[in-house]
């Protein structure tokens, strides 16, 4: 006797291969990592590890990019991580992308005020006369509402008028931060000294205050500051029941995605490195991190443009508010499509399963995204509760590399050693990758638990930071194992339920 409940999603195949690659790279956060990247460097960037960290952290990432083309591959679903994940353990798999959902959330909550908050400090270093009006918060949160809701609604609208619109985003993104790399080259260094004069003396003459950590530890130490780039090349997967031809779009959507945004990110570095100079972001770090002078503002690329003052240069630094707008563009329908799969497998609302036939959009997943967006980002903003979500999201980082990466990583090493595989690929070469990219992301859980001061900017012992950043995950099973109880009660045997590989 067979016994089936989850139906078809309603969702359509209509996303070629190209348009996922854009998709892929506007959304997997490499456009934002060089403003972290470079604000670590008065830390690990002595000498040529600056430079070094960049290839090393690329590279020691290809298993984990291998696994996710296979499963790509494989597993061409709606939310098709999870379902593979939650195929080989329903408990552990749902809680670890249950907690991957919410904490996208999160991450969708900051980018949004992160896109304001952008453009006012570009303002600020143009002295617009309206800069006071962008970063006052209540005027934040109202531009921060506005810009997530026309995103959202645009998808509630129609399923493929956001897909296109983030294909769109993400194009403009790419090209004006290409542009922006390609543009400092160009410049002697002459001229950008001039330009900014006393504040490039002041900050260079900071570096020599700092005392830089090379060797293994420095490059490691450098190369942790990418993890939050280089572990997500999922987003093909999640879209895998709107995506057509799989194998290229597979192919292109990862594989050409880690190679292209590998190329384009070291790029980018590499062209302000040597346009400013080593020194001047090791000073404007060392000054960020000890609040001296426009520290603040010196670290970030796009105001360094800014300060250029010749009309490209300020285009461009404007252009960055895209460059935060293009992953939010993203997770907005990420989030809509892992809810829909948790739906659809019975464990979450069925409402929340719903899609237009209209506009083949989930529309009820996108207006509980709304309302949780918005809640967090006037929490964030508005509330005397905000440090304690800026606290939250800070933490997130470590709550998605723990508690979905890895815990996910483990869960599929652990079955894969045990023979159940679930993909079709030689076993011994699966547990090959799931070692060596388990051990790549332990080594940077180590430097995030160790000094989180300097990479969650938050502080607290690694027990400490372990347990908090459970909550999610720990909430994720709880959650599972009362509607398991619940649904048996309802003749649905909920586990028999995640033995089928769900239909599109």
Known sequence: ?????????????????????????????????????????????????????????????????????????????????????????????????????????????????????????????????????????????????????????????????????????????????MTSAIYVLSLPRSFIEGVLGSAYIETVSEASKVSVTGGLYGLFGMAAFTTAVWAYVNYPVTIGGEIRRDKLTALLGVISMFVLG???????????????????????????????????????????????????????????????????????????????????DRTLPRLLSYVSLRTHSPVVAHLVDLVITVALMYILILTPLSSALLYAIDLDALILLVFTFIASVLLALIMHVRGITKLGMDRKALIALDVIYLAVLSIFAYYWLTQPQYYLFISGNPLQLLAESSAIFVIGLIIFIVTDYIRSRQGIPLRLVYMEIPPE
């Open 1 to 177: 006797m067979s016994f089936f409940v989850r139906e078809s999603t309603g969702l359509v195949r209509e996303v070629g291969p190209y348009k996922l690659l854009l998709m892929s790279m506007g959304y997997n956060g490499f456009l934002i990592i060089p403003f972290v990247y470079l604000a670590g460097l008065y830390l690990y960037g002595a000498g040529s590890i600056a430079y070094s960290a960049l290839i090393i952290s690329w590279v020691i990432f290809i298993p984990g990019a291998l696994l996710w083309y296979f499963i790509t591959r494989q597993y061409p679903r709606t939310a098709g991580d999870y379902v593979y994940f939650s195929r080989l353990n329903p408990p552990i798999g749902f809680a670890a992308w249950f907690n991957f959902t919410v904490g996208e959330m999160l991450y969708d909550a900051v980018l949004v005020y992160f896109a304001v908050a952008q453009l006012g400090m570009v303002m600020q270093a143009l002295n617009n006369p309206l800069t006071n009006v962008v970063l006052n918060p209540r005027y934040e949160f109202i531009m921060a509402v506005v810009l997530i809701t026309v995103l959202i609604m645009v998808n509630i609208v129609s399923a493929r008028a956001g897909l296109t619109m983030f294909a769109a985003i993400s194009l403009i993104a790419l090209a004006t931060f």
């Open 262 to 344: 590998g190329l384009f990110f070291t790029i980018f570095i590499v062209a302000f490195l040597k346009g400013f100079g080593l020194s001047f972001y090791v000073g404007a770090g060392y000054m960020n991190a000890n609040s001296v002078d426009n520290g603040s503002l010196l670290i970030n690329p796009a105001v360094d443009l800014a300060l250029l003052h010749t009309p490209l240069a300020i285009v461009l630094a404007y252009s960055s508010v895209l460059w935060y707008v293009a992953p939010v563009t993203g997770v907005i329908i990420q989030v809509s499509r892992y809810l829909l799969a948790f739906s659809m």
